[in-house]
């Protein structure tokens, strides 16, 4: 008899099911060998009750043969997320929160009868301004006296990074991009302070969790914590409310960028301050965009501006203290429109994973339908040293339309940016950036913003 074999499905880790698009619509197969988890959801009341809170991902049930029919149980629509996002580009904030919401939805498992198996921060995404639980296949009957299939991942993935993050230094966030699986205990434990094991809750769950996993199954087994030997339900709790604890008590360290103040003392008069915010808004609503980019965010005063004129807007920068304020800001406005994103375009997310399809690049999201590059290009060109054709071709890839604010060399911000400098920079003149952007855009309008000679351009990308 022969057999063939199909490239699997990108989320083709888990037998229970799959993601995949079909005419640009997303679905999620649901495979016979979870009928029995899928139904208990559905039927318990856990579906209903997630959905009530808004930590878990709306579905609806589609007639559909699936991707794989012969293997299809159900096939399953959710609810469109406006862009996915990866824990490496979340504030801490941001990241503390997906990990109380991750502990919040296995206690609700929990009282329903059910539990997480896995509990990959790749399982969350941030959604109308919260975090929300997107894996529909992650839950299964719980057996009593079971312990807690997905603590480990837990630890690495969630608690380990926050440590770092909160009691080393802001930025080893950006483990979780050479480890996709979650950072190792042992590399946590050895990169803590001796501080962090006055901490009951990093000594237990961290440093002894990551000694245990040294030794042979056979020993771990016989000497590791009650946390991961048999369980009853009041246990499980118990460590769902250690974790909890141990999250809440890790506070956001500084990293001490440069430009968190920005937006507090801009380079610009009150006035011309006050005529840039009009003109961006004069001309946001000229297209009225249903999705924006901000790039170069700082800490999100037009990209909020945006967002209030009824964009879903994303707004990236590179220093982690800039976003985590916005983030801080926007989550204590209620504000569901913002997901401010930690991005250096410098060095941009990459694909990664199995064959680089598990995790899309930040050239593969799903684009906007304008990006703002607001006192952006003097960076890229001057302190990047980044020649003006690659970046006009930069933004072509990236937008459709585009409101883009070209900074004179005259300027002090360029002056001091030059000055910086030990080399020299490429040709940076306003003729330049036109010749340079005409190649790839038509200019729509132009308007100067303040009496320094900076102005602000409204272009549509040739071609669309």
Request: hydrophobic letters at 40%; glycine letters at 8%.
């Amino acid at each position: 008899m022969t057999t063939t074999c199909s490239l699997a499905e990108v989320s083709f880790r888990d037998p229970a099911g799959f993601v995949y698009t079909e005419d640009g619509d997303l679905r999620r197969q649901v495979n016979h060998v979870y009928r029995e988890h899928y139904d208990r959801l559905m039927t318990s009341g856990l579906y209903d009750e997630l959905i009530d809170e808004r930590l878990l991902i709306p579905h609806e049930e589609i007639v559909a043969e699936g991707r794989e029919p012969s293997l299809a149980y159900r096939v399953i629509r959710p609810e469109p997320i406006g862009l996915i996002s990866y824990p490496y580009e979340w504030s801490f904030s941001a990241f503390r929160d997906a990990a109380l919401a991750a502990l919040a939805v296995q206690r609700k498992a929990l009282g329903r009868g059910m539990t997480l198996k896995d509990c990959s921060a790749y399982n969350l995404q941030f959604h109308r301004g919260r975090p929300v639980f997107i894996d529909t296949l992650s839950f299964e009957i719980h057996r009593e006296g079971a312990p807690w299939a997905g603590y480990r991942q837990f630890c690495e993935h969630f608690l380990a990074p926050l440590a770092l993050m909160s009691l080393v230094d802001g930025r080893l966030g950006q483990l979780g991009r050479t480890n996709i699986d979650g950072v190792p205990l042992g590399l946590a434990a050895r990169m803590l302070p001796l501080l962090s094991w006055r901490r009951w809750g990093l000594a237990l769950h961290l440093h002894l969790h990551a000694r245990f996993g040294r030794r042979t199954e056979q020993d771990a087994r016989a000497a590791a914590p009650a946390s991961t030997r048999a369980m009853g339900r009041s246990a499980m709790l118990g460590l769902i409310d250690s974790l909890e604890t141990t999250v809440r008590k890790l506070a956001s360290r500084p990293v001490g960028g440069d430009w968190a103040s920005y937006d507090r003392d801009p380079p610009y008069t009150p006035e011309a301050f006050a005529s840039k915010g009009r003109l961006v808004a004069e001309m946001l609503g000229r297209v009225q965009p249903a999705s924006v980019w901000d790039l170069g965010a700082n800490t999100g005063h037009f990209g909020r501006l945006a967002a209030g004129l009824g964009a879903s807007v994303t707004a990236f920068d590179a220093d982690p203290d800039c976003i985590e304020a916005m983030y801080l800001d926007a989550r204590n406005r209620g504000e569901t429109r913002l997901l401010p994103l930690v991005l250096d375009l410098f060095n941009p997310s990459p694909a990664s994973g199995w064959m680089n399809r598990e995790r899309v690049s930040f050239f593969d999201r799903r684009q906007p339908d304008l990006v703002m590059a607001l006192a952006l290009v003097h960076h890229l060109a001057i302190a990047g040293n980044q020649p003006m054709a690659n970046i006009a071709a930069f933004f072509r890839r990236v937008a459709p339309r585009l409101l883009i604010e070209f900074v004179p060399e005259t300027d002090p911000q360029v002056r001091l940016l030059a000055a910086q400098r030990s080399g020299v920079h490429h040709p940076y003149d306003r003729e330049t950036f036109e010749r340079c952007f005409s190649q790839h855009f038509t200019i729509d309008a132009s308007e100067p913003i303040s009496e320094r000679g900076r102005i602000l351009y409204l272009l549509s990308r040739r071609g669309d």
